[in-house]
């Protein structure tokens, strides 16, 4: 899928990253910076919990780091993202312990809960739109379910507990 196609179909207009690792983010700014949405950008989970709270418009997509300020403080944001009903993928580093030149096993990104491994750290820029592709995979296959909770909350005005509670098995571990 191409990325504006994608991006445009699904309605993506605003991107928030976040990643606690200063190069990650600069790297994710960099790519992003050829992308024609609007992006936003935080360097740790309580940042990232604020602009979500705090957008007037809401976030399409969420990309979020899973071990900042404790080992699993992106699944905070993930539960927030979903509330609000924006797309959310985690993009965590597996394998980084590893050296680059090991053909089988890292450094890796993984993207939750898609489960797919890009061979690269998050530190280049190319990850970064690697990491894109498979969220708007991901979106593409749980395209239906999201639906349902648009009208959900069209017709009963707030987000269901059924919806969130589902989603997050998707995303713990």
Not at 31 to 39: D, G, Q, R
Not at 86 to 105: A, F, L, M, Q, S
Request: glycine share 6%; hydrophobic share 30%.
């Amino acid at each position: 899928m191409e990325l504006e196609k994608g991006l445009k179909k699904y309605e993506i207009k605003e991107i928030l990253i976040v990643d606690d690792t200063t190069q990650n983010l600069d790297a994710a700014k960099k790519y992003f910076s050829n992308i024609k949405v609007e992006m936003d950008y935080a360097s740790s989970a309580q940042e990232a919990i604020k602009k979500i709270k705090n957008s007037e418009k809401g976030y399409n997509l969420i990309m979020t780091d899973l071990e900042m300020e404790t080992p699993k403080a992106g699944l905070e944001v993930v539960k927030l993202a979903l509330e609000k009903s924006g797309y959310v993928t985690i993009v965590t580093g597996k394998n980084y312990d590893k050296p680059e030149t090991d053909p089988h096993h890292g450094p890796n990104t993984n993207i939750i809960p898609i489960g797919s491994s890009i061979k690269g750290k998050k530190e280049l820029p190319e990850i970064w739109g690697n990491c894109l592709e498979e969220s708007l995979r991901y979106i593409e296959s749980v395209q239906g379910i999201y639906d349902a909770e648009k009208r959900h909350i069209k017709y009963v005005g707030k987000p269901s507990e059924q919806f969130k509670s589902f989603m997050m098995q998707n995303y713990e571990f």
